[in-house]
Nanobody
Framework: QVQLVESGGGLVQAGGSLRLSCVAS????????MNWYRQPPGKQRELVAG???????DYADSVKGRFTISRDNARNTVYLQMNSLKPEDTAVYYC????????????????WGQGTQVTVSS
């Protein structure tokens, strides 16, 4: 019904940068919110950044000033620009997208990407 394809993860040295992308395709009327979560090894999944349909943006305190979330509505794509990466940013990063299939007044469904590994070496 809906597919999310993530890309951009990899191995980088501390202080480096990576850009994650997540493209949504399928039965999409409109997209409500687009978020990035991460799950460090042995820890719970946590919200990193989110951007609403009205372009309201939130960041976890741990990434403020280093990460930037953006979205391209025409391409149903969300990005996460990660700068000044630290070893503690190492995690599997997941995109999460809330999609309206019928109208913006209907219920939305929640979808998750497959995850992309980000490893920051010290």
């Amino acid at each position: 019904q809906v597919q999310l394809v993530e890309s951009g993860g990899g191995l980088v040295q501390a202080g480096g940068s990576l850009r994650l992308s997540c493209v949504a395709s399928g039965n999409i009327f409109n997209i409500k919110a687009m978020n990035w979560y991460r799950q460090p090894p042995g820890k719970q999944r946590e919200l990193v950044a989110g951007i609403s349909s009205g372009a309201t943006i939130d960041y976890a305190d741990s990434v403020k000033g280093r990460f930037t979330i953006s979205r391209d509505n025409a391409r149903n794509t969300v990005y996460l620009q990660m700068n000044s990466l630290k070893p503690e940013d190492t995690a599997v990063y997941y995109c999460n997208v809330q999609i309206w299939h019928v109208s913006v007044s209907s219920a939305y469904n929640n979808y998750w990407g497959q995850g992309t590994q980000v490893t920051v070496s010290s």
